[in-house]
């Protein structure tokens, strides 16, 4: 059973940067597809960026140039390392994997879900 653990969210200013890191157990598929998603108040869950086990990277239009996803295997942890934050970006921002490298940014094609972690951007 795939176990996902969101860490590193908390509240910043604008402009500054946050790290968050997702530490995954139980994952032992060779192709995979794993992503970082936000949800705001009121709004819909959203893709912030995916990676896939073949390395590629998708972001949404909003965090082009300011987030990167990435992957340690060696840890089994998935990063994102936001730069440049606005209030904008404030959301519960969730990890989430699935198998296969198909690797759409929708969230109803994801299986695995960590539980989420704050983030606040205050301006």
């Known amino acids: 059973q795939v176990q996902l653990v969101e860490s590193g969210g908390g509240s910043v200013q604008a402009g500054g940067s946050l790290r968050l890191s997702c530490a995954a157990s139980?994952?032992?598929?060779?192709?995979?597809?794993m992503g970082w998603f936000r949800q705001a108040p009121g709004k819909e869950r959203e893709g912030v960026a995916v990676?896939?086990?073949?390395?590629?990277?998708w972001y949404a239009d909003s965090v082009k140039g300011r987030f990167t996803i990435s992957n340690d295997n060696a840890k089994n942890t998935l990063y994102l390392q936001m730069n440049s934050l606005k209030p904008e970006d404030t959301a519960m921002y969730y990890c989430?994997?699935?198998?296969?490298?198909?690797?759409?940014?929708?969230?109803?094609?994801?299986?695995?879900w960590g539980q989420g972690t704050q983030v606040t951007v205050s301006s």
């Open positions: 989430a994997a699935k198998t296969g490298s198909l690797c759409p940014a929708e969230s109803q094609y994801f299986a695995a």
């Open positions: 139980g994952y032992t598929y060779s192709s995979y597809c």
């Open positions: 990676f896939d086990s073949d390395g590629n990277t």
